[in-house]
């Protein structure tokens, strides 16, 4: 009787020890300010040993940076939010946080909240950084539905990060010779073929490839790709 209870005893530590030893939740006000550093120091392009920091951070407490997005490859006129968590990328519509996605930007989503796709890092191959956008280029493809309603089958996320500084808009034009006005002594031209051609801030982008491919694939198993700077996205 004495060695049953003994057993009785060990096997009660065990179940108690498999309890406590359960993450605790995901806490918004302890990671609010970590995950706005997270995406602060990116968009600003200061401290980013702190963002890596603040990104693990976010992580390591069971939580996910997320970030509002536009996803060009399913509705250009919808917003998503793009959840990004250790295992997996989460593609959320935005309407599906309420009025405003606020409540997603805080560290912890809300786990009743069903994501449009969830997208293990394996299943990303490569990660292209343009001049707007980046490129997520999966291995299998997923389907998305906007807020909209579009729905569509993707094996590549094209995504722009709000927040971002803008790009530089540079005007090109040539110069017809009108002739010349004697009195104020002025050559006077004509302006033909006014264009601005906008170049986006691709060091943004870049930025944002780096952080998320440093704390998502340490194996570094994901492509790292980057457009030259130009009008192109």
Same mark, same amino acid.
């Given at each position: 009787?004495?060695?049953?209870?003994? %057993?009785?005893?060990?096997?009660?530590?065990?179940?108690? +020890?498999?309890? /406590?030893?359960?993450?605790?939740?995901?806490?918004?006000?302890?990671?609010?300010?970590?995950?706005?550093?997270?995406?602060? =120091?990116? @968009?600003?392009?200061?401290?980013?040993?702190?963002?890596?920091?603040?990104?693990?951070?976010?992580?390591? /407490?069971?939580?996910?940076?997320?970030?509002? %997005?536009?996803? &060009?490859? %399913?509705?250009?006129?919808?917003?998503?939010?793009?959840?990004?968590?250790? /295992?997996?990328? #989460?593609?959320?519509?935005?309407?599906?946080?309420?009025?405003?996605?606020?409540?997603?930007?805080?560290?912890?989503?809300?786990?009743?909240?069903?994501?449009?796709?969830?997208?293990? $890092?394996? =299943?990303?191959?490569? @990660?292209?950084?343009?001049? $707007? %956008?980046?490129?997520?280029?999966? #291995?299998?493809?997923?389907?998305?539905?906007?807020? #909209?309603?579009?729905?569509?089958?993707?094996?590549?996320?094209?995504? &722009?990060?709000?927040?971002?500084?803008?790009?530089?808009?540079? *005007? &090109?034009?040539?110069?017809? *010779?009108?002739?010349?006005?004697?009195?104020?002594?002025?050559?006077? *031209?004509?302006?033909?073929?006014?264009?601005?051609?906008?170049? +986006?801030?691709?060091?943004?982008?870049?930025?944002?490839?780096?952080?998320?491919?440093?704390?998502?694939?340490?194996?570094?198993?994901?492509?790292?790709? #980057?457009?030259?700077? +130009?009008? +192109? $996205?």
């Amino acid at each position: 009787m004495r060695c049953q209870r003994v %057993v009785l005893t060990l096997v009660f530590a065990g179940f108690s +020890g498999a309890a /406590s030893a359960q993450p605790a939740p995901c806490d918004p006000k302890s990671l609010r300010d970590v995950a706005e550093t997270a995406r602060f =120091n990116i @968009i600003a392009a200061v401290d980013g040993a702190e963002a890596l920091d603040a990104w693990r951070t976010v992580f390591d /407490s069971g939580g996910a940076v997320g970030w509002a %997005v536009t996803e &060009y490859n %399913v509705d250009a006129r919808s917003t998503f939010v793009f959840a990004f968590e250790r /295992s997996a990328l #989460r593609v959320y519509r935005a309407g599906a946080f309420g009025v405003t996605a606020d409540a997603a930007m805080d560290g912890c989503i809300d786990q009743s909240i069903a994501p449009e796709a969830v997208i293990p $890092w394996h =299943n990303v191959r490569e @990660i292209e950084a343009g001049n $707007w %956008v980046l490129w997520f280029k999966l #291995r299998e493809p997923v389907v998305i539905t906007s807020d #909209r309603g579009r729905r569509k089958k993707v094996n590549e996320l094209k995504a &722009y990060f709000h927040g971002g500084p803008g790009g530089d808009l540079t *005007y &090109y034009y040539n110069l017809e *010779y009108e002739g010349h006005i004697p009195f104020w002594n002025i050559e006077v *031209y004509k302006v033909n073929n006014l264009r601005g051609i906008a170049v +986006g801030p691709n060091d943004y982008q870049r930025r944002l490839q780096f952080v998320i491919a440093s704390v998502v694939d340490t194996g570094r198993r994901i492509a790292l790709t #980057r457009k030259g700077r +130009g009008a +192109g $996205w």
